[in-house]
C-alpha cells in the first residue's frame, strides 16, 4: 500500500478527483450562474489548493477512513444535526447486475463509427465536476466538490473558473477551505477566477491532440516527460490531463477508444450510472491495490469518468478496502 500511495503522489495529477456526492449535472439554473459568473469575472480572493498542481504542495494521502469520519463530523458540527450533510461518504460505483460487458475493442469501432462525420468537434478546454479526498501535512483531512470550467479566448489567452457545488442538492451549502479553515459555503461559491494571458505552447497537452492511436500514445508520453512506454495506470492517469485540457471531438474521441482497446490489463464489467446520472460502459484496471473504473459512453466511446478506488485494506495508514480516492467526469 505504501508503494501504491508513493504511486499516487508520483503520477501526474489530476486536480480534481474525488468521491461520490452526487447523481446528476447542474440544473438549469446553476448552469447559468456558471455561465454568468464567466462572462462577469467577478473579483474574488484566491484559496491555496489541496490537490497537488503547478507551485503548490503535494498531499500526504492516507487515513482516508479516519479522513471520510473526520470530513462527515466537521459537516454535522457546520450544518447542525438536524440538516442533510454537505458532504456524504464515498463509495465505488456499482456496475449492474446482469448487464452486459462490451469489449473495448466492439467499442472503439462504435466509436469510429458515430465519428464518420467528424461531428462534434475538438474544442481547447474544459468543464468537469470533480470530487476529491485528501489531507495536508498541517489541516483536517477534508472533502471537496467542486466544477471547473476552462474557456480558451482568441488570443490564446484562457480563463479557468472553480466553484464549490454538489449537484446532488442544487442550491444548498458545500463544505469548502476557501479563505482558510473549512466552512460551509453557499452552492456556487467562487473558489478561484482566473484569467491567464496568452500562450502559444505547442508542448503536449497544449497541443491539439493527434488522431491516429500511435501518435496519441507518443503525445500522451510526451505530455508526462517520459519516453518509456505508459503502463495502462499511466495511460489512465495521462489520458485524464487530456481531458482537463481538451473537449474531445467525435475523432480524437474514437482514437482514444482505440488507444485504450490495446491496452493491457483494462477488463469491461459491464454497465453503470455515473455520478452525473448517465449510462456507461465501465472498464476495470486493478494495480497495486488500487482500482482504476473508466466509464465510457456505450455509443460514441466519449470517456465519461474516471474513478479510483483501493482494493485492499492497509491498517498501518487506516484504508479500507472500497475506499474511494478520486473522481472526475467530464461533461461536454
Known amino acids: 500500500m505504501a508503494d501504491e500511495l508513493e504511486l499516487l503522489r508520483s503520477a501526474n495529477p489530476v486536480p480534481h478527483h474525488g468521491p461520490h456526492f452526487g447523481d446528476g449535472p447542474l440544473d438549469h439554473d446553476a448552469e447559468r450562474r456558471l455561465e454568468s459568473l464567466l462572462r462577469e469575472r467577478p473579483s474574488r480572493s484566491l484559496r491555496d489548493r489541496l490537490l497537488p498542481g ?30 442533510t450533510p454537505a458532504v456524504a461518504a464515498p463509495r465505488p460505483l456499482v456496475v449492474q447486475t446482469g448487464s452486459t460487458p462490451v469489449p473495448l475493442d466492439r467499442l472503439a469501432e462504435r466509436a469510429e463509427q ?11 478546454g474544459t468543464h468537469v465536476q470533480s470530487w476529491s479526498l485528501g489531507m495536508s501535512d498541517d489541516k483536517p483531512p477534508i472533502t471537496l466538490p467542486e466544477e471547473r470550467i476552462v474557456r480558451w479566448r482568441a488570443d490564446a489567452g484562457h480563463t479557468e473558473l472553480v466553484v464549490a457545488t454538489d449537484p446532488r442538492h442544487p442550491g444548498r451549502p458545500v463544505l469548502s477551505d476557501a479563505g482558510g479553515e473549512p466552512h460551509l459555503v453557499d452552492d456556487g461559491h467562487v473558489i478561484s477566477d482566473r484569467t491567464y494571458p ?5 508542448a503536449p497537452p497544449h497541443s491539439p491532440p493527434p488522431r491516429d492511436p500511435a501518435r496519441l500514445r507518443a503525445y500522451l508520453m510526451e505530455a508526462r516527460s517520459t519516453d518509456t512506454p505508459l503502463t495502462t495506470p499511466e495511460l489512465l492517469d495521462a489520458m485524464a490531463t487530456l481531458l482537463d485540457s481538451w473537449t474531445l471531438g467525435a475523432r480524437e474521441s474514437a482514437t482514444l477508444a482505440r488507444l485504450l482497446a490495446d491496452a493491457e490489463g483494462l477488463r469491461p464489467v459491464g454497465q453503470v450510472t455515473d455520478r452525473l446520472g448517465r449510462r456507461g460502459q465501465a472498464y ?35 484504508v479500507e478496502e472500497g475506499a474511494v480516492m478520486s473522481y472526475s467526469a467530464w461533461m461536454r
Do not use: F, H
Request: aromatic share 4%; no cysteine; charged share 20%.
Open 54 to 83: 503547478p507551485g503548490r504542495p503535494r498531499l500526504a494521502w492516507g487515513l482516508v477512513a479516519t479522513a471520510v469520519v473526520a470530513a462527515l463530523t466537521l459537516t454535522l458540527v457546520l450544518s447542525g444535526p438536524d440538516t
Open 114 to 124: 458515430a465519428a464518420a462525420d467528424g461531428s462534434p468537434r475538438l474544442r481547447k
Open 198 to 202: 496568452p500562450s502559444w505552447s505547442d
Open 284 to 318: 476495470v484496471n486493478d494495480t497495486r491495490g488500487l482500482r482504476r473504473m473508466l466509464i465510457m459512453d456505450p455509443v460514441t466511446g466519449a470517456v465519461l469518468g474516471l474513478e479510483s478506488t483501493l482494493t485492499r485494506p492497509d491498517p498501518q495508514y487506516g
